[in-house]
């Protein structure tokens, strides 16, 4: 029995004990296991979060580092890391923020833009395929319950 019969079976409600293959983290697990795969295959010299975090500063323009992560969902500690590394790759750049010396504001630089804008299609490319299985409806479905749960 596949993943999709094993939560199917749960839908139904024949669910009879607990089997690994049912879960919901361990679905969860496998689905990014195979995103991860996708993403690494389609935007090699970038990280997921370190995609995110331009993709964000691509929408936003300059966040304080502690608002960037909070907008990401990743905590103190690994926003600190990951704009460390944009930053020695010359696309991001931090500045004070001009009212609280103790912040630091995240922007953009002209490279870390070009290097944003030419991501971009390819990081919806890498959501279409990790949603290649599903049709549309499938798709659309699956957004609304995975938000639903966040």
């Known amino acids: ?3 999709r019969d094993s939560a199917l079976r749960l839908v139904a409600g024949e669910a009879d004990g607990y089997r690994l293959d049912e879960q919901v983290g361990y679905l969860l697990r496998k689905a990014n296991q195979r995103h991860l795969a996708i993403f690494a295959k389609a935007i090699p010299d970038l990280t997921p979060p370190q995609f995110a ?7 936003i ?3 304080s580092q502690n608002q960037l992560g909070q907008s990401i969902a990743m905590d103190a500690a690994t926003i600190k890391g990951v ?18 010396r103790r ?13 944003v804008e030419a991501l971009l299609p390819l990081g919806g490319a890498v959501s279409d395929e990790t949603l290649a299985p599903l049709n549309p409806r499938e798709a659309a479905t699956l957004l609304k319950l995975l938000a639903r749960l966040t």
């Open 1 to 3: 029995m596949n993943a």
């Open 53 to 59: 975090a331009l993709a964000r500063l691509a929408e």
């Open 61 to 63: 323009g300059q966040a």
């Open 83 to 100: 704009i460390d590394r944009l930053k020695a790759r010359g696309l991001v750049e931090l500045s004070n923020h001009g009212s609280d």
């Open 103 to 115: 912040r630091r504001v995240v922007s953009l630089t002209a490279a870390g833009r070009a290097t």
